[in-house]
């Protein structure tokens, strides 16, 4: 993994994107870092195994106390954070200040506000297309359709407040969609 961390804390999950924000809350509540964090190809519906899950996250520490409380922030942030369901599976979530891994991925200083958008590949783009019009905010990392989970999205950065018109933005164009999709 290359990582010169003594003590590691592994989960797998059925949720890539909101296991990705967990992992992000994990980096700000403990001294840990994410040292290795993938999506599994096909998506979770399609796992290979019954509990293969859809990602893997390793966050690594120095001390077994600090990869327990890492561990524990992020399983308290997955009981929180989930795909919407509205005829689609999406997810349109604020993340009001990044942590080390989230701001390392997006490119941005570390506390910025992103918002994380992840909808079906038609959905993801015309949702995409729909928050970059209406807030002041920058596509940092575009996940182009298919992904390994056959989603797609972004994150994107600006304030706090502009990041939510973002995420509302987007909520509305996917619903949009699945509410019309001929």
Same mark, same amino acid.
């Given at each position: 993994?290359?990582?010169?961390?003594?003590?590691?804390?592994?989960?797998?999950?059925?949720?890539?994107?909101?296991?990705?924000?967990?992992?992000?809350?994990?980096?700000?509540?403990?001294?840990?870092?994410?040292?290795?964090?993938?999506?599994?190809?096909?998506?979770?519906?399609?796992?290979?195994?019954?509990?293969?899950?859809?990602?893997?996250?390793?966050?690594?520490?120095?001390? !077994?106390?600090?990869?327990?409380?890492?561990?524990? #922030? +992020? =399983?308290? @942030?997955?009981?929180?954070?989930?795909?919407?369901?509205? *005829?689609?599976?999406?997810?349109?979530?604020?993340?009001?200040?990044?942590?080390?891994?989230?701001?390392?991925?997006?490119?941005?200083?570390?506390?910025?506000?992103?918002?994380?958008?992840?909808?079906? !590949?038609?959905?993801?783009?015309?949702?995409?297309? #729909? +928050? =970059?019009? @209406?807030?002041?905010?920058?596509?940092?990392?575009?996940? *182009?359709?298919?992904?390994?989970?056959?989603?797609?999205?972004?994150?994107?950065?600006?304030?706090?407040?502009?990041?939510?018109?973002?995420?509302?933005?987007?909520?509305?164009?996917?619903?949009?969609?699945?509410?019309?999709?001929?």
């Amino acid at each position: 993994l290359g990582t010169e961390k003594k003590c590691l804390a592994m989960v797998t999950t059925d949720c890539d994107d909101a296991t990705y924000i967990a992992l992000d809350e994990a980096t700000k509540a403990a001294d840990a870092e994410v040292v290795y964090a993938r999506s599994f190809y096909a998506g979770a519906a399609n796992a290979t195994q019954p509990y293969a899950g859809e990602v893997i996250g390793i966050l690594g520490a120095d001390t !077994p106390g600090a990869a327990r409380s890492a561990m524990e #922030a +992020a =399983l308290f @942030a997955l009981k929180n954070l989930g795909f919407a369901e509205s *005829g689609v599976n999406y997810l349109a979530h604020t993340v009001s200040s990044a942590g080390s891994f989230l701001s390392r991925e997006a490119g941005v200083p570390l506390g910025s506000a992103l918002a994380y958008l992840i909808a079906p !590949p038609l959905e993801s783009l015309y949702g995409l297309d #729909a +928050a =970059l019009k @209406a807030a002041d905010v920058k596509l940092c990392v575009f996940y *182009g359709p298919p992904s390994q989970t056959n989603f797609g999205g972004g994150l994107l950065t600006g304030t706090q407040s502009a990041c939510e018109a973002a995420c509302q933005a987007f909520r509305q164009a996917v619903e949009e969609v699945a509410r019309f999709p001929k």
